[in-house]
């Protein structure tokens, strides 16, 4: 019988992060930012129908980057919970916390059992009646969670993208102003992103019962700044 | 709550009464006749009419258990997405259950797919949940429902009528459900004319439930003494839209002095004995009009 080669388990979770690392970084980044009237979901995306961003729930929405079948996978199951959830109980019931705490578990699961990691980084939003309560929770590949404040960047580039969003940030910004600097933040000072290669929606504050809203590309060229 | 995980050899897709089937939490079917064993709470009777610019529904607010009046201010008519509506009659309980499911089924699907179910396959969706109910109506617990909705393909309102075993039927003009139904059907018909506008519409259905109400004790009428009135609402190209209570009361108020006026100076025919010794008789020259 032979035995497998010793690898120590650091070893083992290095090469699986790295791994994760690797295929999240060859997709673009995204961001979601808390403004006056809701949350904006920004994210840098050519496909007009493979989605990165949706609705969930009546005031919870989720945004993936990575690996596509992988977060379409992910967010299908999420809106089947959400659904099942306020079928069972009540839609008040339905919250972005335990869709987060959920999410994690599978990932972590994912992560630590099976052959491969899932490429992915996932984001669960939820809008409340005012922006300090709002949640933005950021689900990495292992399923750590991080509950953010303010914004959140997801992506191989989060970092960069996150130093420029946090020196142009700030509190109850309009819908226009806040995408102007998600879009600048995004794209960094070397390249312009036009509006055919983004895709936007936000969760209103003040909304009926369902907040998600997409803003397509032809409403959204009247929001940009001119290309002059 | 735990996410249900499927592999994609048995995901149930963007189906949400198959996902609630798969973790066993669809109802039950009795097996025996329920109605024998207690009365079973009843909604009565929904109309919907077609009009120049979509569709009107409307439905009393009573619900019977027997000959008791369960419930006064009852709903029977739903918005199940954003440009269609439905209107229940049959066991109030399943009639519920089947709403709020196909209400949930719609959103799920637009959620999971990513765009509408068009107004057909909407309907069809429908006659599926009336005819899986089939063994439950067998025992006694029958929903029949209505559907309308605009169709925003083909730019017009449409309507479905149903029967227990999930026939569904397209209907032109209006159709009408529940135990008062062909009462108000009658009205109607009367009143239905190509392209009514909006305004008329209402006060077609309106005048129906009326009428429905006045010969049908499981039918509800308007209820001045507690300003209970029909929800009525109307599905354009705009969405589903309730037409404000006031509205109503106000129409209702049109409709009850239009009726009144031809009531006052009739002489009604003599029911009592001792109207009959005191006043004019039929047949004896009375003015009888």
């Known amino acids: 019988m032979s035995m497998p080669f010793y690898v120590a388990p650091e070893q083992v979770m290095k090469d699986r992060a790295d791994y994760a690392r690797k295929g999240i970084a060859r997709g673009r980044s995204l961001v979601a930012l808390i403004y006056r009237d809701g949350i904006l979901l920004c994210a840098e995306n050519p496909s ?31 809106v089947r919970a959400a659904d ?22 599978i990932l972590g699961q994912v992560f630590t059992h099976e052959m491969k990691p899932m490429e992915v980084e996932i984001l669960v939003a939820e809008v409340t009646g005012t922006a300090s309560t709002d949640q933005l929770f950021h689900i990495l590949y292992d399923g750590t969670v991080m509950d953010e404040e303010r914004f959140s960047v997801l992506g191989g580039e989060a970092e960069a993208i996150s130093t420029r969003l946090e020196s142009a940030y700030r509190a109850d910004l309009p819908l226009i102003e806040a995408l102007s600097i998600a879009v600048a933040a995004l794209a960094g000072d070397e390249r312009r992103i036009e509006p055919a290669d983004l895709e936007v929606a936000v969760l209103e504050r003040t909304a009926g019962r369902r907040a998600f809203r997409r803003i397509d590309r032809a409403a959204l060229a009247g929001l940009l700044p001119d290309a002059s | 709550m735990q996410i249900p995980l499927f592999t994609p050899n048995d995901d149930p897709g963007p189906d949400f009464a198959a ?38 529904m409307a439905g009393d607010r009573r619900a019977t258990a027997g000959n008791i009046i369960a419930h006064r201010a009852i709903e029977k008519v739903f918005p199940a997405d954003r440009h269609s509506g439905v209107a229940i009659a049959g066991a109030a309980g399943p009639a519920m259950e089947m709403v709020r499911l196909f209400q949930l089924q719609l959103e799920h699907y637009e959620k999971v797919e990513g765009t509408p179910l068009s107004l057909e396959g909407k309907a069809n969706q429908l006659a599926q949940m009336v005819r899986s109910n089939l063994p439950a109506a067998m025992q006694g617990l029958m929903v029949v429902p209505i559907f309308a909705g605009y169709d925003t393909r083909r730019g017009l309102g449409r309507l479905f009528q149903y029967d227990a075993t999930g026939g569904r039927y397209e209907e032109s003009h209006f159709t ?25 519409a209402i006060d077609l259905t309106i005048s129906a439930l009326f009428h429905a109400a006045d010969d049908d004790s499981a039918t509800g009428g308007p209820d001045l003494i ?23 009361a106000e129409r209702f108020g049109a409709l009850v002095s239009v009726l009144t006026g031809r009531e006052l100076g009739g002489v009604r025919i003599p029911e009592t004995s001792s109207e009959t010794s005191a006043g004019p008789r039929a047949g004896d020259g009375g003015p009888i009009r």
């Open chain 1, 48 to 78: 007009a129908t493979l989605r990165k961003i949706s609705e969930i729930y009546d005031r919870i929405a989720f945004a993936g980057v990575g690996k596509y079948n992988e977060f379409d996978q992910m967010r299908i199951a999420g």
């Open chain 1, 84 to 105: 099942l959830k306020g079928y069972t109980f009540s839609r008040e019931d339905v919250d972005a916390r335990s869709l987060a705490n959920n999410y994690a578990q």
């Open chain 2, 19 to 56: 996902l609630v089937r798969r973790l066993g939490l669809d109802p039950q079917v009795p097996d025996s006749p329920v109605t024998d064993r207690f009365p079973v709470t009843h909604a009565t009777t929904v109309v919907a009419v077609r009009h120049a610019d979509g569709v009107v």
């Open chain 2, 176 to 200: 009408t459900s529940g135990s008062g139904g062909s009462l108000a059907a009658s009205v109607l018909k009367q009143g239905y004319r190509e392209a009514l506008g909006r305004d008329e």
């Open chain 2, 226 to 248: 507690r300003g209970i009135y029909p929800v009525v609402a109307t599905i354009t190209a705009e969405g589903f839209e309730r037409v404000p209570e006031s509205e109503v």
